[in-house]
């Protein structure tokens, strides 16, 4: 025979012992092996010593590093004890796999993309592809691939065996026989009746041709493969139907790189998985010669010891026992991996979960990480980084310099995008300088300074994704995945929208979904909600499942809602603060959300709240006053429960909460909201005179919160008369003031007339959503009385209105809509 | 194994040994392989009498076939076997059936309690012949493990870890040394082949008595799982009800597999804190919801259509017995069914009859 073919299985430790053991007796002149051809010159690397299994060979296409497919190799994989063995001794290696690059190339005439399975095969020789976005999102099955996809582990299972590796032990190696011709038969006869992958049958067609080409030049060829193509390659194949089959390929351009791997991600549960279920236990077959089982369970009681639990010689000994008489009740010669794993359960871990998976992790896995020589050429993510900082004319400079961004600017928007991606992979390129202005939404200051230590993180960075996006996407995904409470996700969800990270959106919304799920705390999932709902209605962000984000929030202000009553009782003063920000976040972001369905069941349950007896007057303070302002309750109610915690049997403190909760918002706000006002002076008025000596401390304390500016204005506004009001008004010039309204109504999606801007408060209320600033009920009315003399430039923005806008009568203020309140300030300060 | 006392017929729940006394039968016939000492089956004979073999021998427990290997395989290698889970998850039931399987004889039963005194897993003493013969071997009143250790049989013991931890202690000797000493009359009584012990704890409630490390390196623990896919308990459900409709003699009630359904549903939804969709997430009650618990609603639910209702069963009648299952602490486990209720059970179509009935109940 011209050569000698091993048909393998791959990541199969006693296929690689086979292999070694049939190089050594018959050494060959050239060594075939099944793999990418791009990356025969990298082969040499195989035998520098800082080239250490697991190790992954990475090919990319050079114009799209996105694509890109991973060949790992551990130290039991036939094919790198193949590549060792033949590096060692000056033997050529050659790749003969179909060219990586006919795969990346668009496909001639299908729309479907040409990359084969994707990732779940134990074929290390069939690339991996990296998952798009989220490595824990499984993989949807490939349709065509309905070739088994490890057909020695199908030959095991038909035997009975769930470890195909015990199965070559027990079966193949025991009996003596040669291996590989028996596995050749096998196969022969397996592929007999398999459906054919079109894909396979062309790469069986491009081995055959460098096959035939070696020939003609070696006499001695040693082919290492999966068994799955040895029956392909020994049939007889008429040249011209291999090349009919490889005719009209396109080739794209790749590269290829050693990048270092680990056994976690050989492991099918880690996304980038290549099947290989037990890394660590192949591991322990490929380098221990004798006694598997016991030296196997003496290391995982050393693994349960150094975590501190207790393991004797007495454990190992009787675990040794029960995995052979496992093993023999199952009629096995030899306890597998099953057999040990279940051994170590019952007798070392006592029915602890946490033991048995800290025995899977470390051991059945394995944590061991490969390592490549310092002077390995470049990874994806480097050059994609280098690529994007010379299109945004960012050079990385060691020296900091402050960097001003407009987001309204395309690049600065990229700019800003690049280094939040970057933050997100732990490269701190780019530190956020404190904000001037807290609230400027399109302006963003950075300190920049490359530090040389980034190098090496983004090199880590590699495993997470070949691009930058892809990276720092997998990494918010997974972090969203191991965060551990609700604000780290409600964090990440803010991440996602600074970086555009649209595909992490998703996931992190999932893992909002199950944080808030079992996060019991009201006030966490209060806190979660105002950002959520603030990127529900402002957030632009392209491709964004906004469905998930609003039935996730819905979801939310259930929760909250159903949990608010329970929460509510015994609070202390401290509680109570809380519960009332957390309230009035909420409240806004119902506001904000626009679904009439919510708001009814938000407001229905802080209605029922509301009414509660015990309810700390804090928070019952001011749900009256959100229920006032929604028009829930009118004057009348409110002004007898306003006078309930001032009767007597009310303590003082109670009252002071309750009338601070309800005026809560500053002095301003009754200064300009005639209705609340009035309310409050009738109120006034309406206390007898002998009661009012003992309000008077509450009110005191209340009102001495306020700025003396302010209580100068209430105190005028009620001297004044409120009849005066009305004098202003009135002298409104209405043709003016109906110019902008045309350009305001479009801004703000409803028709407005001239009348409705002189309605109460309660009503502007009741239609938060009107602008960018739409908590009318805060302290955002500040800003209006302040005037137009001292108002930061922060807010021009929002006016962009018409020219009419800057003029003081109409709509000055960034709520034109709430114009007949705000006009009295401007009197004031006139 | 009666002593006498009440015919088989006539007892209200059979020992395992007498009601499957046929198919014990038919698979010691069946059976070649070679046999531990002092057991009736060989150990795979064993395992097929727990799962089933498909035709003559019905399954009697529906879960891992490794679990019950992992059990076999201990006794069989003469280590004691701690059989751990949260109520209701048939550790009693596995622990009858392997002794009745292994030795034909379920009965050596010891139940571990707070008030569990050394006696019952030692020995005792007739005191009326203590007294007028002096400590003799006729005075001697043998415990079940005693009475194991001597006829070479399996012995049980449930909720170990509810016996104080002094009393579990005694078992050491049994357990290392295969032996009893019997000071008092200056012998022991050695484990004869074919003795060993299995033992029941609930892990919901290990802190009660903590196993000493030296009792517990005793024993090899296999922790029985709830029902892996809800089609599983679902059989398991209907299959028990059936069953113990037939034993009480309740009226016949057409077993509504719609309301089985839906109670597996909500009590695996509710312990898996996951809907079965996997699409929301749930926060989990402190009950434990076990299919036990899911086979008493479903039972109760038939009980009160049959007397109180039409004959059917309806949402009505499994929903009241459902919300006591699921909250036992009424504080926290109340908010936990609300938001259940109205994140979940209301959106989904065809409940809503349940939805109300939950609602009012």
Known sequence: MPERIYGIRHHGPGSARAVLRELDAHPPEVLLIEGPPEADDLVRWAADDGLEPPVALLGYAVDDPGKAAFWPFAVFSPEWQAIRWAVRRGVRVRFFDLPYGCRVAPPADTSTPPEVATGNAVRTADPIVPPPADPGVPQPADPVASRPVDPIAELAAAAGYDDPERWWEDVVEHRGMPVFEAIAEAMAAIREHAPEDPDDLAREAYMRSVLREERRRHRDIAVVCGAWHVPALTRKVAVKDDTALLKGRRRGKVAFTWVPWTYGRLASWSGYGAGVHSPGWYHHLFTTGDDVVTRWLVDAAGVLRAEGVPTSSAHVIEAVRLAEALATLRGRPLAGLAEVTEAAEAVMCDGEPLRSELIARRLVVGERLGSVPDDMPAVPLVRDLTAQQRALRLRPEAAGRALDLDLRQDTDLRRSRLLHRLTVLGVPWGQRAAARRGTGTFREEWRLAWQPEFAVRLVEGGMWGTTVVSAATARVTRQARDASTLAEVTALVEVCLLADLAEAYPPVLAALDTRAALDADVHHLMAAIPALARTLRYGDVRRTDVAGLATVTASLLGRVCAALPSAAGSLSDEAARQLRDGMDGVHQAVGLLADDSLRERWLGTIGSLAARPGLHGLPAGRLTRLLLDAGRLDGPEVRRRLRLPLTVGAPPAHAAAWVEGFLSGGGLLLVHDEALLSLVDDWLADIPADAFDAVLPLLRRTFGGFDPGERRAIGERIAGGRAAQAGPVVALDIDRAATPLATLGALLGRHLTTTESSDSAADDNSHPPAGEHGHPASGENNRPAAGANDRPAAGEHDHSATAENNRPAAGEHDRPATGANNRPAADVNG | ?361
């Not at chain 2, 427990?61 to 003469?78: C, F, Q």
């Not at chain 2, 202690?169 to 074919?194: C, M």
């Open chain 2, 1 to 361: 194994m009666n002593d006498g006392t009440t015919p088989t017929a006539e007892a209200l729940r059979p020992h395992a040994e007498d009601q499957y006394a046929e198919e014990l039968a038919l698979l010691a016939a069946a059976d070649d392989r070679p046999r531990p000492p002092g057991w009736r089956l060989s150990p795979q004979a064993v395992v097929t009498y727990l799962l089933g073999d498909g035709a003559k021998v019905t399954p009697k427990y529906v879960g891992p076939r490794r679990l019950i290997e992992v059990a076999v395989s201990t006794l069989a290698t003469d280590r004691a076997l701690l059989l751990l889970g949260v109520p209701g998850t048939a550790k009693t039931w596995v622990s009858e059936h392997l002794a009745a399987a292994i030795s034909g004889d379920s009965t050596l039963l010891v139940q571990g309690t707070a008030g569990t005194a050394e006696e019952a897993i030692r020995y005792g003493w007739n005191y009326a012949r203590l007294l007028a013969e002096g400590p003799t071997d006729a005075a001697l009143v043998p415990s079940p493990i005693m009475r194991a250790m001597r006829a070479g049989s399996i012995a049980r013991l449930e909720e170990l870890t509810r016996m104080p931890s002094d009393v579990q202690d005694a078992l050491i000797t049994v357990l290392s040394e295969k032996a009893l000493p019997v000071p008092e009359l200056n012998t022991e009584v050695q484990a004869r082949r074919g003795f060993n012990l299995i033992a029941t704890a609930n892990d919901r409630d290990r802190g009660v008595n903590e196993l000493s490390s030296a009792l517990r390196r005793r024993f090899n623990t296999v922790v029985l799982p709830m029902p892996a896919g809800a089609d599983d308990e679902v059989e398991i459900v209907a299959r028990r009800v059936a069953q113990l409709g037939k034993a009480l003699e309740l009226p016949e009630v057409p077993a509504a597999m719609e309301e089985i359904r839906r109670v597996v549903t909500v009590f695996r939804e509710l312990r898996s804190g996951m809907t079965e969709d996997g699409r929301t997430t749930l926060k989990s009650p402190t009950a434990t919801l076990s299919t036990a618990e899911a086979i008493s609603v479903v039972t109760n639910g038939m009980a009160l259509a049959a007397h109180f209702g039409d004959g059917t069963l309806h949402p009505g009648d499994v929903a009241a017995g459902i919300v006591g299952a699921v909250i036992k602490d009424p504080v926290s486990d109340g908010v936990v069914w609300r938001e259940y209720l109205e994140t979940v059970v209301r959106e989904r179509p065809g409940w809503l009859d349940f939805y109300r009935a939950a609602r009012d109940a």
